[in-house]
């Protein structure tokens, strides 16, 4: 399909606001931009200031999460939710979850307000990442109306509460749930967002249909031995740190024989001291798989070996659970939509892809149906400052959301 220039030139919109909400970052080495900060605050008000020029009246939800209306064929009709994350993880690109809210805008200031089935909301979610108080996926979460009122007694690395900090935000912390949405009043959720894996571009394709989203568990483990000075034989030492890379190496080795993906991302000891053996060693573990029950077997041959590296070094050894989410499955009817949307954009035969990213969609399932349009982005580098994306996958990407939008209408 060759685009034309208005096409090229909505893209081109979308890239250069990319630019302006990477400015709004609370570190000056990288973008990073959390929940309830003042740089979630100033992106809220600059996508509001793009949805009005959309035609949208848009309001700030009772979790911070930005969202815009369009009516359909009368007021008050259920509604299609278009959108993605705001927020970011540290020193991240400028395109993970923010393509999609800027998509969704671009796509809904095409459609003339009273035309589909169906009202368009865009929601632009507070929090996808969860890097500031642990738990993730807080925005869609209480939008799905899963939100837990003890959340609100999470810390930052501050010590600031998500309580405090959402006073601070303007909200009120004990009715962060009211942004729950009745599922009655959805038809379904859309997400465009970069692939964050290199398999689009390997196959030489702008965009695909993604099947399902991996089901992940977060831990932190800590091992425990003793500190001592740097002079103790080898024979009466205790190093947490010494049985946290072993663990560490057997984490990858059994991972990657299970085909789970595993990633320690934060690790610390203490005392923390060159001449100090170190006493604890605290990791994180993120474990992803297609099933539950493959993530779960993988823990258990990993939990089984750091038991075993533990004992032999006589360490003791304790596991908190953070996080937990299952498997997710796109519909079926959002999936074809999708591919619909693909399709109209010249792709006779679309790409499907399984996710192993976590996303807004996962925690969206809980309260309606969920479909998701990955977008080529260059080597699969995500997470990264080095995200970066084809003004013409935009463009694509823009036209078969918008024609994924129009299927569903005409279901
Ligand atoms: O962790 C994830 O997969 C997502 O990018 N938040
Ligand atoms: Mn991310
Ligand atoms: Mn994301
Ligand atoms: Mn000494």
Same mark, same amino acid.
């Given at each position: ?7 090229? #030139? ?165 009715? /962060? ?29 702008? /965009? ?22 740097? +002079? ?16 560490? /190496? ?22 923390? #001291? ?62 074809? +939509? ?67 939008? /129009? ?5």
């Amino acid at each position: 399909m060759t685009l034309t220039t208005a096409q090229l #030139a909505t893209a081109q919109v979308i890239l250069d606001r990319c630019d302006a909400l990477a400015t709004h970052s609370s570190s000056q080495t990288g973008i990073e931009r959390v929940y309830l900060s003042p740089e979630h605050r100033a992106v809220n008000e600059l996508a509001a200031e793009w949805m009005r020029e959309a035609g949208l009246a848009p309001w700030q939800d009772a979790a911070g999460n930005l969202c815009g209306r369009l009516e359909g064929s009368s007021p008050g009709l259920p509604a299609l939710l278009l959108g993605s994350h705001l927020d970011t993880v540290p020193g991240a690109g400028r395109y993970d979850g923010i393509l999609g809210v800027l998509a969704a805008i671009a796509v809904v200031s095409r459609v003339p307000a009273g035309e589909l089935p169906f009202a368009l909301e865009i929601v632009a979610f507070g929090d996808e990442e969860g890097t500031r108080f642990g738990a993730t996926l807080l925005g869609s979460r209480a939008l799905a109306g899963t939100w837990r009122p003890e959340w609100t007694g999470l810390v930052d690395k501050d010590g600031i509460s998500l309580g405090d900090a959402a006073t601070a935000f303007g909200l009120d912390p004990d009715r /962060l749930g009211d942004a729950a949405r009745d599922p009655a009043s959805l038809v379904g959720y859309l997400e465009a967002h970069i692939e964050q894996g290199p398999l689009l571009e390997d196959a030489g394709r702008a /965009l695909g249909v993604v099947t399902s989203i991996a089901a992940a568990r977060r831990l932190l483990v800590t091992l425990t031995g003793e500190a001592r000075h740097c +002079a103790t034989p080898w024979i009466l030492r205790h190093d947490a740190l010494l049985g946290a890379s072993e663990a560490i /190496l057997a984490i990858e080795r059994i991972a990657r024989e299970n085909g789970s993906p595993a990633t320690v991302g934060h690790i610390s000891v203490q005392p923390d #001291a060159v001449n100090v053996i170190p006493g604890t060693a605290e990791f994180s573990l993120d474990l992803r798989d297609e099933s539950a029950e493959g993530r779960d077997l993988t823990w258990l041959a990993i939990l089984a070996e750091i038991e075993r590296i533990a004992a032999d070094r006589g360490l003791g050894v304790a596991v908190a659970e953070a996080h937990t989410a299952p498997a997710v499955q796109c519909a079926a009817e959002l999936r074809e +939509a999708i591919r619909a949307g693909i399709r109209w954009t010249g792709d006779a035969d679309p790409l499907e892809l399984h996710s192993i990213a976590g996303h807004d969609a996962m925690a969206i399932a809980a309260v309606t149906e969920v479909g998701m349009l990955f977008v080529r982005c260059r080597g699969g580098i995500s997470h990264h400052a080095d995200e970066s994306v084809l003004l013409e996958d935009v463009a694509l990407a823009v036209d078969a959301l918008q024609a994924a939008v /129009l299927a569903r209408a005409a279901r």
